[in-house]
């Protein structure tokens, strides 16, 4: 489910960014510009009330720890979990990595 979850996610800041420009890249101005999404309702099997933790200014993966946003030239690359650990090993071990495509679709990065 993490990994559908930031694959979502991904395709919410896609849809985001084609109508109101450049997605930040910082977790909690990030999780503020979600959450002011006018899409949301699209988006019926993304479970937002869970993964965006408006208080903590957060996105939350299935095990409750914070998403990793991986930012490439100033803009969101990808969403990362660290994982059922809680411990994020840069993509390795149980880290999910799910990275933006040109396509505008997101791939989910096995660990290996």
């Known amino acids: 489910m993490t990994a559908s979850r930031l694959s979502g996610l991904l395709d919410m800041i896609e849809q985001a960014e084609s109508r109101k420009g450049p997605a930040p890249t910082e977790l909690s101005e990030l999780v503020r510009w979600l959450a002011m999404f006018d899409g949301v309702d699209r988006y019926p099997d993304l479970p937002l009330h869970i993964a965006i933790d408006l208080e903590g200014d957060r996105i939350v993966d299935d095990w ?41 679709r997101a791939k989910w990065l096995q660990p290996e």
């Open 64 to 104: 409750g720890q914070t998403v990793v946003v991986i930012a490439v030239e100033g803009s969101v690359w990808a969403l990362a979990s660290p994982g059922a650990n809680g411990t994020w090993e840069d993509g390795r071990g149980d880290d999910i990595v799910v990275v933006r495509q040109p396509t505008g």
